[in-house]
């Protein structure tokens, strides 16, 4: 349709027809089985004629079924306007990708997008429309459950993978391109940040870490051409984000730019009740309107109100019609006019889903995103080695994730069933966690002293991690610490493979270990790409997108830290009056970008090609690496730069680019960045964003507890 075709059926539209344009129910609404909706029809205020009048229909999938309930639907909308279809499709559809820590884990925004398509092409010939991806919120608190959908703690990595994600789903021409989803940049603003790291718990974000960290994401997201926006359930400035008419209407829409959609998360509306700044759902409807939430998920605010209120108050129907407008142009963008059943196919759906082009993605995201945090010269194991598998997780296929809503666990293999089908028979002893906790050594003394290694496989389950699942225990089950000090005792070597969403504290793991494998929740193919990993086909390339803590008392902890009056050093000793604990060192456990591989990286001759910089010239930095072992290995570099005095309080270092390399054993390359003065610009006082002159410290190496060793000055 064209613009003024827009506006024409707008104008026919009535009151309630707009009003129901604004309203998203779940797909059980239009089930079958009407005894199953009669209580959610009253609590979301639902008559039948005002759910054909509905705009879009959450969590229905499969192409026969999403081509019947648009027909059934379209007969009995007067104007016969098409509904749209959306779905959690967060780190895959029905073939899973690691979960988004993961994918962060991977520093390679190409995979991310290729990802993306593929979980696009899957969910698209089922039917669907929108994603509710992706989740580019900020994390620096592995208490909060929802930190395994978000891609880490940094802002650069997480902007890098936003627009991946984005461009992935929506591709070059979203109209046209039916394998493809309209994104839904979520969750508006700063819900990474929870207090105690308490699910939808009050988020107290000063005003300028919410811009200078936080909103940058949002905004690469919307940059990258994201259909839909969608609100969080936290309070910014203490009103609630979805009544947050300053958040949604002066700075998403004005400042950022966003002309899209904006949709409520889960009942999000009706809440501003419980969070005190309405009433009742009649203010809480009107508040929500006046901020800009153009649809309403499941809650009965505007299915109960909305007409009402338009009816008496002529501000909030020229609003009316503006929601509208954004939600019809959508359906336009997405073709739905001309093609209202898209890209439904169900021999395109049989065909894409679990294809094996889809498989052997899966297995690359998931053999990039294992970071191997431990080897004290255990691995790669070799085909000669004799192993014990043990560990909770060893016959586990719980290994897709929260969040992984078509997934099919009995379609995902287990490590006992990779390794049983791979490590021929007499080498290979599967051992249950119980005999071992028996003390029965005796039964096993003949395997465990014929056995080179043990391989133990734990974790958590994916119900640990994900939304409403905050935990104030960060640490392993004490079961499975248990069972590691007895794999101990046994004086062998002990592989452990971690299945976890989240960073956990592992202090009283390492010295359990002599292999230490963070597998995240690696998806379909992870348990494969576990093994590759185990037995060397592969080397590890995944480094850490969020730190992991010695002790839950460090959390929140990242790496970007400001810089403090009292900044301890490890040159300060035991001097008590700085910036330290007194029971435990201030560095994590591992730092941001951390992660081994099977070979070494020297880093060598670090040049400037100029220690002064201009707001027009930029300078290039160059490193040499080369892997100094005996595998080929790839190896991410990172810039990372300090502002020694700006007008606000700067971090300690920044990472500022990165690039990934793939060298062979000997082999140097010289790796070149170009830093320019507008990768120097922060959010100052007054909330501009701009440099600051003068001295500056930069540095290139592995991870970000490199030490920044060279100085440039920009001059203004």
Avoid at 58 to 82: D, W, Y
Avoid at 307 to 326: F, G, I, P, Q, R
Avoid at 632 to 655: C, F, H, I, N, W
Wanted: aromatic share 8%.
């Amino acid at each position: 349709m064209k613009k003024e075709e827009l506006k024409a059926l707008l104008d026919e539209m009535t009151i309630e027809e707009k009003v129901g344009q604004t309203i998203q129910l779940s797909a059980d609404f239009f089930s079958d089985k009407s005894e199953d909706i009669t209580g959610p029809m009253n609590e979301m205020a639902m008559t039948e004629e005002k759910k054909y009048q509905v705009g879009s229909v959450l969590g229905v999938a499969g192409a026969n079924e999403t081509i019947e309930l648009q027909k059934s639907f379209m007969e009995q909308h007067r104007l016969n306007i098409p509904l749209l279809f959306m779905a959690d499709v967060i780190h895959g559809d029905h073939t899973i990708f690691p979960i988004p820590l993961g994918l962060g884990a991977t520093w390679n925004p190409e995979l991310v997008k290729e990802t993306a398509s593929i979980a696009a092409k899957e969910a698209a010939a089922q039917g669907l429309h929108i994603t509710f991806s992706p989740m580019v919120d900020l994390v620096r608190d592995p208490r909060w459950g929802r930190v395994m959908e978000s891609t880490g703690e940094d802002k650069l990595l997480n902007k890098r993978h936003a627009r991946a994600f984005v461009e992935g789903y929506q591709g070059d021409d979203l109209k046209q391109d039916l394998t493809k989803l309209a994104a839904c940049v979520k969750h508006f603003a700063g819900y990474g940040a929870p207090r105690g790291g308490r699910d939808y718990n009050s988020v107290d974000l000063n005003e300028n870490t919410l811009r200078e960290h936080y909103l940058p994401a949002y905004q690469e997201g919307i940059d990258a051409g994201a259909k839909l926006v969608m609100t969080a359930f936290n309070t910014i400035d203490n009103i609630p984000a979805t009544g947050n008419k300053r958040l949604m209407r002066d700075i998403l829409r004005k400042e950022m730019g966003f002309n899209g959609v904006l949709i409520s998360d889960w009942g999000a509306i009706g809440e501003l009740v419980p969070h005190g700044v309405a009433e009742d759902l009649e203010q809480a409807a009107k508040l929500a309107m006046e901020a800009g939430v153009d649809i309403e998920m499941m809650s009965a605010a505007y299915s109960e109100h909305l007409v009402k209120l338009v009816e008496t108050d002529s501000t909030l129907k020229a609003l009316l019609d503006e929601t509208v407008m954004n939600i019809l142009t959508l359906k336009n963008d997405l073709g739905l006019f001309e093609q209202p059943y898209r890209g439904a196919d169900q021999a395109k759906e049989e065909a894409e889903i679990y294809s094996e082009a889809n498989q052997q993605v899966a297995l690359k995201a998931a053999e990039q995103s294992l970071v191997l945090l431990e080897n004290n010269g255990v691995l790669p194991l070799t085909k000669e080695e004799k192993v014990i598998l043990t560990g909770p997780m060893k016959r586990s296929n719980d290994l897709l994730g929260a969040w992984s809503w078509k997934g099919d666990r009995s379609k995902t293999a287990t490590l006992e069933d990779i390794l049983a089908a791979q490590v021929p028979t007499e080498q290979l002893t599967i051992v249950e966690e119980a005999e071992i906790f028996n003390g029965a050594h005796s039964f096993l003394m003949n395997d465990v002293q014929e056995a080179d290694t043990i391989i133990v496989a734990f974790g958590e389950t994916s119900e640990m991690s994900g939304e409403a699942a905050s935990r104030t225990n960060i640490k392993l089950p004490e079961s499975q610490l248990l069972l590691l000090k007895e794999l101990k005792a046994l004086n062998k070597k002990v592989v452990a493979v971690l299945f976890n969403g989240r960073p956990l504290d592992l202090t009283d793991v390492v010295p359990l270990v002599d292999g230490l494998i963070e597998a995240w929740f690696p998806g379909t193919a992870g348990a494969q790409a576990v093994f590759n990993l185990l037995y060397g086909k592969t080397s590890p390339s995944g480094r850490l997108s969020m730190t992991f803590p010695r002790s839950v008392g460090q959390v929140p902890i990242f790496y970007n830290e400001d810089s403090t009056g009292r900044p301890f050093t490890a040159d300060k000793g035991s001097e008590k009056y700085f910036s330290r604990y007194i029971d435990r060192a201030n560095s994590p456990l591992y730092p941001f970008g951390y992660g081994l591989s099977y070979t070494q990286f020297e880093y060598s001759a670090l040049t400037l090609s100029d220690t002064e910089m201009t707001n027009e010239e930029a300078i290039e930095l160059s490193v040499t690496v080369k892997n100094t072992g005996e595998r080929s290995g790839t190896e991410t570099v990172q810039m990372y730069a300090r502002d020694k005095a700006g007008e606000v309080v700067r971090p300690v270092k920044e990472l500022i680019d990165f690039k990934q390399v793939t060298l062979e054993p000997g082999e140097s390359q010289t790796i070149t960045f170009s830093l320019s003065e507008e990768q120097l610009r922060y959010t100052h006082s007054d909330h501009a964003v701009k440099s600051d002159a003068g001295e500056f410290l930069v540095g290139i190496g592995s991870n970000s507890s490199l030490e920044l060793t060279h100085a440039f000055r920009l001059t203004k």
